[in-house]
């Protein structure tokens, strides 16, 4: 059941380190290779970041079969009363749902899988189009994320008092959240492309700068919001909204289309 600021109010963090596969991780553009030395430096900032904001890190050991397992939200998603393995719709990730169900199981006390739908359950999900408010679940359909996915996550967390509502992630935009994330449990930074979709309505909104849209992807974990740096309009606007900002370099998980949230997976555990 959503309480106030339990979408993110948090005390642990499962990371996983990069592999030297990410140099083959997917991407949308071609913008070079991430260089895999600078990727784990920047992963061992992000990982001191949640550390300073309070969280217990546990970070697995990179898997060099999956090039984007280092981008652990897509394969599950962490509640206060459980855990639920997703089913990535990229083929390449979806065996990274099974790798990361052990770790849930050390953690949580109820590890869900999604029920199989339909004839063939091809029910897909991906985490990145997940976003947890204080209110609901909001879910964007996206080329990853499929409605027998979205309809198998509503079945899976029912029980828990979630209500999962289906939004659309824009054309041609990787996941929901590349183009937002949560301030609080029911304020937004967002696009203007998505804002314009009329989804959030309800909520408060807070549009990143124009010419900014990467900068949309920010993680609010317990008093400060995680942004990737190079955004300085943005990073005032949110400042200027009253939240402490913690700027991460992210060049390397950038060129693999990856941010913020995709390098983390946050819950509350058991007190
Ligand atoms: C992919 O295309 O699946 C990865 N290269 C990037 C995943 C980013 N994940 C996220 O936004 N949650």
Known sequence: ????????????????????????????????????????????????????????????????????????????????EGAVVLRPGAPSRLGEAVMIAP???????????????????????????????DREILVGRSART???????????VRDWGYTVRELTTPPDVLHFKTDCGLLDG????????????????????VPVAEGEEAAANVVRINDVVLMPAGFPSTAETVRDAGYAVVELANSEAAKVDGGMSCLSLRFRGAD
Do not use: K, W
């Not at 091809?122 to 997940?130: F, L, N, P, S, T």
């Not at 409605?147 to 509503?154: N, T």
């Not at 029911?186 to 909104?205: F, K, M, N, Q, S």
């Open 1 to 80: 059941m959503p309480t106030p600021e339990q979408s993110f109010r948090f005390t642990h963090a499962i990371l996983r380190r990069p592999a030297n596969s990410i140099v083959d991780g997917l991407r949308a553009i071609d913008t070079g290779t991430p260089d895999i030395a600078l990727f784990r430096e920047h992963h061992a900032a992000y990982q001191a970041a949640l550390a300073a904001a309070g969280l217990a890190t546990t970070v697995l050991e990179p898997l060099e079969e999956f090039p984007d397992s280092v981008f652990v939200e897509d394969a599950a998603l962490c509640l206060p």
């Open 103 to 133: 770790a849930l199981r050390e953690m949580f006390g109820d590890v869900r899988h999604l029920p199989a739908l339909g004839d063939h359950g091809h029910g897909r999900i991906e985490g990145g189009d997940v976003l947890v408010t």
């Open 146 to 156: 499929n409605g027998a996915g979205i309809e198998a996550l509503r079945i899976a």
């Open 186 to 205: 029911d304020t937004i930074l967002t696009t203007r492309r998505l804002a314009a979709g009329g989804h959030l309505d309800g909520y408060a909104l």
